[in-house]
């Protein structure tokens, strides 16, 4: 009886036994760049085909909203409107506003979703590369149409306050395109997944071998690619932004893509990157963005006030310094 029992056991142990699922991986192009989707396939999903199909579309119509780069976006649209007429909305591009009012004000300004007319006067917007800095005069017409405190936003609409305004989303619409393949990964019933849009990443539950995402946060370095923290954030979003990647130099002096909104001019203090957790990628990409343009103190300060999880590296005497934070430490990989 007992021998029986243990093969009656044994084998309802192996019909138990399942081989781990497959991460199923996707890859394409949106925005400018590439993105990546990694899941863990379901027994009975929707194929990958499919599955491939619907993030493309949905990545097609974040794009329509959002970029600068397409004339007849929603966005663009909204940019070539004229001055104090009310423009409906899409909810969705309402609620890509309504965040980066959020983080305009959290940055004390810094964030600054208008501050598109600067960004193509220096070059770094759909216009071409021009890597000639911008006259005084230039600057300053530039810098009277920013400022995102000028817009009137209601939950479905929007009046500008010029003809001139120019709204630049290209601080979280990355984060936001993140989140909208996120969510409609959830809505299929996909638990474990990890969603990367150039460079912005949102992970959730495991590995098929229960192991967690780990994701890389890269040495701020223009000549070589290189590690500087492993991190496992959990079920979160991670965003890095830094200065490294896009500038141009002139006269011998470089000049970062990253323009501070008060000044008119590309920022000028250590920070080499910043890397923030957050649990939307939109999010943790405005927030990397301001925390970038900000003095690092400040960013620090911000970060500690808020429970913001922030990891921080400075150019110290021509040496990297790493900052985080209590918040930021429970991701650390040792």
């Known amino acids: 009886m007992k021998y029986i029992m243990r093969v009656v056991i044994g084998l309802f142990l192996c019909g138990c036994f399942q081989a781990p699922r497959p991460v199923v991986h996707l890859q394409g192009e949106t925005m400018g760049t590439t993105y990546n989707v990694k899941y863990v396939a379901l027994p009975s999903s929707i194929s990958s085909e499919k599955i491939h199909d619907a993030i493309d579309a949905s990545l097609v119509k974040v794009n329509q909203q959002m970029s600068t780069y397409i004339p007849d976006s929603e966005l663009m649209l909204l940019n070539s409107a004229p001055a104090n007429s009310e423009i409906t909305l899409s909810p969705q591009l309402v609620h890509v506003l309504l965040e980066a009012e959020r983080l305009y004000e959290l940055s004390n300004g810094l964030l600054d979703v208008t501050i598109g007319p600067l960004v193509n006067v220096w070059g770094f917007g759909p216009r071409a590369q021009r890597e000639i800095v911008p006259s005084q005069d230039e600057l300053n017409r530039a810098l009277s149409l920013v400022g995102f405190d000028k817009v009137e936003l209601t939950s479905t609409s929007v009046i500008k306050p010029s003809a001139d305004t120019f709204i630049d989303l290209s601080t979280i619409a990355k984060g936001y395109g993140v989140d909208v ?44 690619r290189g590690l500087q923290q492993i991190i496992s954030v959990g079920d979160n979003a991670i965003a890095t932004a830094g200065d490294y990647r896009n500038f141009f130099v002139n006269d011998g002096q470089r000049f970062s893509h990253l323009l501070d ?27 990397a963005t301001a925390f970038m343009i900000m003095a690092p103190d400040d960013a620090k300060r911000i970060a500690r006030e808020n429970n913001i999880p922030l990891y921080l590296i400075e150019r110290v005497d021509d040496k990297l310094s790493v900052y985080y934070n209590d918040a930021f430490a429970q991701f650390l990989q040792k």
């Not at 959830?186 to 229960?210: D, M, N, T, Y």
């Not at 008060?262 to 920070?271: A, K, L, M, N, Q």
């Open 181 to 224: 393949v996120a969510e409609y990964l959830k809505s299929q019933g996909i638990q474990h997944f990890l969603v990367e849009i150039g460079g912005e990443l949102r992970v959730a539950g495991r590995k098929p071998s229960g192991d967690s995402w780990r994701v890389a946060i890269e040495k701020p370095s223009a000549s070589e």
């Open 261 to 287: 909104p008060t000044t008119g001019y590309p920022i000028r203090h250590f920070t080499a990157s910043v890397t923030v957790v957050d649990s939307s990628s939109m999010t943790a990409d405005g927030l």
